[in-house]
């Protein structure tokens, strides 16, 4: 029960992280899916044994009860989502249209968010030095959830 508590408390967090929304919100993936995913991925790196899909379909954080066969085909349909995205990105690339500046301002948002996830990597051990890095994590984020609105609102605006 601990670890079932563990990992929906993580999944929580992850989940409801600003960042995380927006670009799960942009994606192809449907929040139930990606919350699949994670379960399929991370759960075992959490939890430090392998787990069966019964055991991970208890996992979500939905309070029905979810068979293993629901937890599949759920899985099945964001991995074929995220295969699709993956695809759709190598098209792009190899089309020639990542060599034009169209694509800029998602490239710095990757370089953004590259930075972001390092800046959490890195946390000081002194609680002064903490505190600072804390604050310049701060600033990533809100310029990140800033430049996301702000690129989701103008590619919405395009289509």
Do not use: C
Request: hydrophobic share 35%.
């Amino acid at each position: 029960m601990r670890l079932k508590e563990g990992i929906q408390a993580w999944l929580n967090g992850a989940l409801n992280d600003p960042v995380a929304q927006i670009l799960y919100k942009n994606s192809q993936l449907t929040k139930t899916q990606l919350e699949t995913l994670l379960i399929d991925i991370l759960a075992e790196n959490i939890s430090g044994k392998p787990l069966k899909y019964d055991e991970k379909a208890k996992l979500r954080l939905t309070k029905a009860k979810i068979s293993r066969g629901s937890f599949n085909r759920t899985l099945k349909q964001a991995k074929e989502n995220v295969v699709k995205s993956i695809y759709t990105v190598l098209l792009l690339g190899y089309l020639g249209i990542f060599e034009t500046t169209t694509l800029d301002p998602y490239l710095e948002i990757a370089n953004k968010l590259k930075e972001y996830v390092e800046a959490y990597k890195d946390l000081p051990e002194t609680d002064k030095e903490r505190k600072d890095h804390l604050k310049i994590i701060e600033i990533i984020r809100e310029e990140l959830e800033t430049s996301l609105k702000r690129l989701s609102s103008a590619s919405a605006e395009e289509v």
